[in-house]
């Protein structure tokens, strides 16, 4: 999926398939890509013009319990996983 750079201090780049109704969501410090599942056109355009995409991902994406996979993990591996 491609994804475009934002302006964010926690996150990198996010990408989203309208089709598919997925959003990746590269993080900035570990390098990790996550993808959720079943992000309405709506969500994302929301999240798009938050003004903190990282206080936006953890209150509404955390609180309406998306699921989710790492795509990919970067170089610093968390210590909660």
Known sequence: MKRVAVDSSTIASIGYDPKRRELEVEFRDSGDVYR??????????????????????????????????????????????
């Open 36 to 81: 959720y599942f079943d992000v309405s056109p709506v969500e994302y355009a929301d999240f798009m013009a938050a003004d903190s995409k990282g206080s936006y991902l953890n209150q509404v994406f955390k609180y309406r319990a998306h699921h989710f996979f790492v795509v990919k993990e970067g170089s610093r591996l968390a210590s909660n996983r």
